[in-house]
């Protein structure tokens, strides 16, 4: 039964099941540190009810015995999450960085294979960076707001 409170709690707070399948984790003094402390703190594997964290490790390894890794991001400035037209999810972080900055985060994504190379090399190329469909915009239906019908406009 070890472990199953932790299940129930995860259900009751809908939890995404790809977020389950990760490795959850304590230190070995069961407290957790700031920030700049924790890179020298020491992380174990514990129960999940006995847990502190969620590691980016997943429990189940790659099909070549390595183990395989989430993205887990603890962002320090706002940020909006989307569905698009096509069921892909939209990341809108507000932080102010480089062109070039810019650039070097996307093309790490497209490495780690977090976004489409296409996507990447797109908004490397542009002198606007990246861009995203406006919520009203469908794939293979380019309308502006202003072109579509009034049955057709967010919230009609």
């Known amino acids: 039964m070890r ?3 932790g299940r129930v709690v995860l259900q009751a707070m809908r939890v995404p ?5 990760l490795t959850p984790v304590t230190t070995t003094d ?3 540190s700031s920030s ?3 890179a020298s703190e020491e992380r174990v594997e514990a129960p999940l009810d ?6 980016a490790q997943r429990r189940a390894r790659g099909w070549d015995g390595e183990s395989r890794y989430a993205l887990l991001l603890d962002l320090d400035t706002a940020v909006h999450v989307a569905k698009s037209s096509s069921g892909n999810t939209h990341l809108y972080v507000d ?3 480089t062109k070039e900055q810019h650039d070097a985060v ?3 994504l497209a490495k780690a294979g ?10 490397i190329r542009s002198t606007f960076g990246t861009t995203l469909r406006l919520p009203w915009v469908r794939k293979h239906q380019d309308k502006t707001l202003h072109q579509l019908t009034a049955m057709e406009r967010p919230g009609a």
């Not at 099941?17 to 399948?21: D, L, P, S």
């Not at 006995?50 to 590691?55: N, Y």
């Not at 977090?114 to 908004?123: N, P």
């Open 17 to 21: 099941h790809f977020v389950t399948a």
């Open 36 to 38: 700049e402390e924790a």
């Open 30 to 32: 069961g407290t957790l």
């Open 114 to 123: 977090v976004i489409e190379a296409g996507f990447a090399r797109s908004g």
């Open 3 to 5: 472990g199953q409170l």
């Open 95 to 97: 932080v102010s960085m």
């Open 106 to 108: 996307m093309d790490a």
């Open 50 to 55: 006995e847990a502190l964290l969620w590691s």
